[in-house]
């Protein structure tokens, strides 16, 4: 993983290097048309387009999405079978375009429970587009921030089994290496839609520095210029990262 906030200062630039969202609101923006829920997230999938193209002409490197939370099967189970069929859909249709866009796409999540068709179709894609870096795009999938923490842990101890009886040993970076996500920077910016204010288990770890951004619009109206909006609010922050505002101050 790359430095930890909580380590070292990160190079902070205008436009956010790691973009992490909670797509939410999709079965409100149908109930509100009077429409099934699923219409909501069919039309989701066409903002996830919308915002994949639009990091990549901003100029963004890591975007993460979280599609499906550990939680989500709670949800009915008609909704939960649909979401499972879109994804499936997606990865059947998405793939070759994100290919050809020099996207590359990473599915994180406890994959175990998926049928062997998705969790084929999601080997398949990331092998596909492994060669790719215009922009780094990441699924959460049957993910919670807790079982990420969880599972690093265990790998970890897998790793050094060492450490159970020399937990002195054991630090931040040391850990932060079996994240599901060690691969890319801590988010930046966090947009939430749908009007909801909390990160619902999302990026637990990853979002201790995070710059949190809550947005009323539903996740199917959020497009080109509600991320231009985040960014804009996103360049107003001012960056501390345990410092004083004299510290960040740019020098006259």
């Known amino acids: 993983m790359l430095s930890s906030t909580t380590l070292a200062v990160p190079v902070c630039t205008d436009v956010p290097r790691h973009l992490a969202i909670i797509m939410d609101g999709n079965g409100r923006w149908a109930t509100k048309r009077f429409l ?10 066409q903002a996830v387009r919308r915002a994949v193209e639009t990091c990549g002409k ?13 939680e989500n099967w709670r949800r009915p189970k008609d909704e939960v079978s649909l979401l499972m069929r879109l994804f499936i859909q997606t990865l059947e249709k998405e793939v070759t375009k994100l290919e050809q866009q020099g996207v590359r796409l990473r599915i994180v999540g406890d994959l175990s429970p998926f049928e062997p068709r998705l969790r084929e179709l999601i080997r398949s894609a990331e092998q596909r587009t492994e060669h790719n870096n215009a922009l780094n795009l990441t699924i959460a999938a049957n993910y919670g921030g807790r079982w990420d923490i969880l599972q690093a842990m265990r790998r970890l101890l897998l790793a050094h089994p060492d450490l159970a009886n020399n937990p002195d040993a054991l630090d931040e970076s040391l850990l932060s290496e079996h994240l599901s ?13 749908g ?3 909390r990160i619902s288990n999302f990026l637990v770890w990853q979002l201790a520095y995070t710059e949190l951004y809550f947005s009323d619009e539903y996740w199917p109206d959020f497009g080109a210029p509600e991320i231009e909006a985040a960014f ?8 501390r990262f345990g410092r004083t505002s004299a510290q960040v101050a740019k020098p006259i």
């Open 36 to 45: 099934p829920r699923t219409a909501g997230h069919i039309r989701g999938v």
């Open 58 to 70: 901003l100029g963004v490197e890591y975007l993460t999405l979280f599609a499906f939370s550990s």
């Open 181 to 193: 996500m060690a691969y890319a920077p801590e988010p930046d910016l966090f947009i939430r839609t």
């Open 195 to 197: 009007g909801e204010q």
């Open 232 to 239: 804009e609010w996103y360049r107003t922050r001012e960056r």
